[in-house]
């Protein structure tokens, strides 16, 4: 019962931009790939973003070139920049390991985008 921390969601109309931060425990943390997921309602949760434990980036189609994941492996923080959001960005944001789940899913933090 391990659960990453999840901030930095919010209101912003389309085209805006938001960062999210993920606190997580270093010893899972440090020696596995973290990934950002997000579901909206009546939705699967789905992966959008990832780095890898040894530094490469993946996105999902729908996110690339607007979405940066980046990592701080002494801070044990996982982030997300999101610019030139869309209203089919609203979700709830989650992180954790990927692709074996070694944390429980947190609360998450909410994005909406809508004007």
């Known amino acids: 019962q391990v659960q990453p921390v999840e901030s930095g969601g919010g209101l912003v109309q389309p085209g805006g931009s938001l960062m999210l931060s993920c606190a997580a425990s270093?010893?899972?943390?440090?020696?596995?790939?973290m990934g950002w997921f997000r579901q909206a309602p009546g939705k699967e949760r789905e992966l959008v973003a990832r780095?890898?434990?040894?530094?490469?980036?993946t996105y999902a189609d729908s996110v690339k070139g607007r979405f940066t994941i980046s990592r701080d492996n002494v801070k044990n923080t996982l982030y997300l920049s999101m610019y030139s959001l869309k209203p089919e960005d609203t979700a709830t944001y989650y992180c954790n390991t990927d692709p074996k789940r070694f944390f429980s899913w947190g609360r998450g933090t909410q994005v909406t985008v809508s004007s």
């Open positions: 270093g010893s899972i943390f440090q020696i596995n790939a």
């Open positions: 780095f890898s434990a040894t530094g490469m980036r």
